[in-house]
């Protein structure tokens, strides 16, 4: 039986470890000696029955497999078995299904590894579970049904992709609950709310009193069965109400089919392909965009407010207004201060195009605005190119970049693209700098970015990080109210905020929702808790990036996001000198470890 015993905990330990990678720590697990007595590191054996009962082999960077059958199909160690935690290692998992032999379990962790799939349904046959760990995974479908474990005190599922509903718990038992960023869907059952917000943001379709998303107000009772004179009469408004809708849509459509042979006749011109399309303008704008006003003259004639007006770039010179509106369009993104279309111009230039929604400054103002940006130019920042400014309209060109934006490298991450610490460090410390650069020259006016966040990064045709669409609205955030005692300075410190929440996706892999305050909120009462380095994107822990350097940044990061006095969130120069200086300090050791290398 001994034997059997060893055998398999070697087999066990062979599988975990990749059969004795160079690289592995060394812990006495061997056949020369005995599991109970040996020095077996992380095995712990009941001193009265000498049989296994824990093995605790976490944070240990094993890159090989959990093969639950090694453990739990061996009769004298699924006995007494009472915990493993094999958390934050780099392990696949195999026969997890398994597992359910290890009835006596208390505490499985297997939390910061690589499992992935769907989770076993036996989970939930392992009655004597205390505490369940499967955080951090790539694990996906739906939880098994964990009412059937009623001593369930923690468990922690967050950042995985599992879907479904969130079982309907007893929550009272529960001293912590985790279910945070899945994909979980319908409403945080009863008694959730014991725990923090924190517990569930990240499932976008989750919807519950402290989150995001409000779950629906359930319909009202019906109270009791309906009669036969009442269904005749329901049926009779029924088809009365159907006729009338049917002759309704007869209607429009005959009017609709009129309208479309004048708008044919009035515009032969416009044939375009399929596969993109025009912006919509209404009539009214489309007609002043037509007007063909030279845009030089325009200006001078100081009919500028109907006319697209070339700030910058000789390549656009020539451009007109109803040249862009002619030109094929592609919509990029629709978002909450408008829309974004990508136009190819006459001339072969590829333009992206703002039109900005409900935004009521004066038309002399927005102009206004529009050539003092102008005249501030950094090569971080991506000027426009031209824009276009009427009463219902407002539109800004800007140069496509065709290398997307920051927000899409992160999302690449999230699939195993990979985005080191270093260039990391390089896309905090350039955007920084140009917005400390934006923010000093701007001040005065009181023209701040308005909107920063990772889509709002663009990547030049050289990799290097742009700031788009900068001043481009008056800030309007929930941020505002706790900032109206700031007066101009307010919008200053709502994009420290904004670049609070790109430090903290650069620094967690993960991209900020709902104005960043998911992430924040997340990152704060995981800080708030324990400070652990739970925060942290796992693929910079692997590659071995410096913790002091991370730490640092995050802690920086954090002054950024604070709500509840943002006076205390430092300026965007001093930002800019700390992130330099960890920068710098990154170089550095990373010269002193080539240096000192035999
Ligand atoms: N000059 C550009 N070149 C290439 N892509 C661009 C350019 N400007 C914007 N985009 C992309 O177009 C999409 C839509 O941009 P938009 O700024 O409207 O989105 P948003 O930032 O999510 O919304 P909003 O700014 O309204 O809050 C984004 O994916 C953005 O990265």
């Known amino acids: 039986d001994n034997e059997d015993v060893s055998n398999s905990l070697i087999i066990f330990y062979n599988k975990l470890s990749n059969s004795n990678s160079p690289h592995d720590p060394v812990l006495g697990w061997n056949l020369s000696s005995d599991p109970c007595t040996g020095p077996w590191t992380g095995l712990t054996c009941d001193n009265r029955t000498h049989s296994v009962k824990k093995i605790f082999l976490d944070s240990l960077s094993f890159t090989g497999t959990f093969d639950a059958s090694t453990l739990c199909n061996v009769q004298s160690i699924a006995a007494s078995l009472i915990a493993v935690n094999l958390n934050n290692n780099l392990l696949h998992g195999e026969n997890l299904d398994e597992i359910v032999n290890c009835r006596e379990l208390t505490h499985l962790q297997i939390g910061g590894n690589r499992f992935s799939g ?20 790539n694990f996906y479908g739906s939880l098994p049904d964990l009412t059937l474990i009623s001593g369930l005190q923690e468990f922690f599922a967050q950042n995985n992709q599992l879907t479904g509903t969130i079982p309907n718990l007893d929550f009272s ?10 994909n979980f869907t319908g409403h945080v059952p009863n008694g959730g709310d014991r725990f923090p917000v924190s517990s569930f943001i990240g499932n976008p379709e989750l919807c519950g009193d402290l989150l995001p998303r409000q779950c629906p107000s359930l319909p009202p009772k019906k109270s009791k069965g309906i009669s036969n004179y009442q269904v005749l009469m329901f049926s009779g408004y029924f088809i009365i109400g159907l006729t009338i809708f049917l002759v ?14 004048k708008a044919n006749l009035l515009n032969k011109e416009a044939s375009f392909d399929d596969s993109f399309y025009k912006p919509s303008f209404t009539s ?29 770039s000789p390549e656009v010179n020539g451009l007109e207004f109803d040249d862009l509106l002619k030109a094929p369009a592609e919509l990029l993104g629709r978002g909450k201060h408008g829309t974004v279309y990508k136009v190819i111009g006459e001339q072969g230039m590829t333009l992206a195009v703002k039109r900005i929604k409900d935004w009521t400054i004066p038309s002399n103002d927005f102009q206004q605005r529009m050539r003092r940006l102008d005249q501030v130019k950094h090569p971080n920042v991506l000027p426009p190119v031209a824009f276009y400014c009427s009463k219902q309209e407002k539109l800004l060109v800007y140069e496509y970049q065709e290398n997307g934006s920051l927000f899409r490298l992160l999302q690449g991450t999230q699939m195993g693209q990979v985005f080191d610490w270093s260039s990391r460090l390089s896309v905090a410390a350039t955007i920084t700098n140009a917005l400390a650069f934006m923010h000093q020259e701007l001040r005065e ?4 970015h308005g909107n920063l966040k990772s889509s709002n990064i663009l990547l030049n045709k050289n990799m290097e990080p742009c700031v788009s669409e900068y001043g481009l609205m008056m800030v309007d955030n929930e941020d505002q109210s706790s900032l109206s005692n ?12 904004g670049i609070g929440v790109i430090l903290l996706e650069l620094l967690t892999g993960k991209v ?17 808790e324990e400070w652990t380095g739970e925060v942290f994107d796992k693929s910079l822990i692997r590659e071995g990036a ?12 954090v002054k950024c996001v604070n709500t509840s006095s943002p006076e205390a969130r430092p300026s965007m120069n001093q930002l800019a000198r700390v992130i330099n200086t960890i920068k710098e300090e990154e170089e550095r050791s990373i010269s002193v470890s080539i240096v000192s290398e035999p």
């Open 118 to 137: 769907s989770l076993p349904d036996s989970l939930s046959r392992l009655h004597n579970l205390k505490v369940l760990n499967i955080s951090s995974n």
């Open 173 to 182: 038992n529960f001293e912590q609950f985790n279910v945070s960023f899945n």
């Open 248 to 261: 309704i849509i007869l209607l429009l459509c005959k009017r609709g089919k009129t309208k479309e042979e």
């Open 284 to 312: 009214g704008e489309y007609k002043a965009g037509l007007s063909k006003s030279g845009i030089s003259a325009a200006t001078e004639s100081g009919m500028v407010s109907s006319s697209l007006i070339v700030l910058t």
């Open 445 to 448: 006016d009181g023209i701040a």
């Open 486 to 497: 700031f007066g101009a300075n307010s919008a200053f410190k709502t994009d420290i905020y």
């Open 512 to 528: 900020g929702q709902n104005n960043g305050l998911d992430l924040a909120e997340w990152v704060l009462s995981v800080v708030r």
């Open 546 to 557: 410096r913790e002091e350097g991370l730490v640092y940044l995050l802690q920086i990061a």
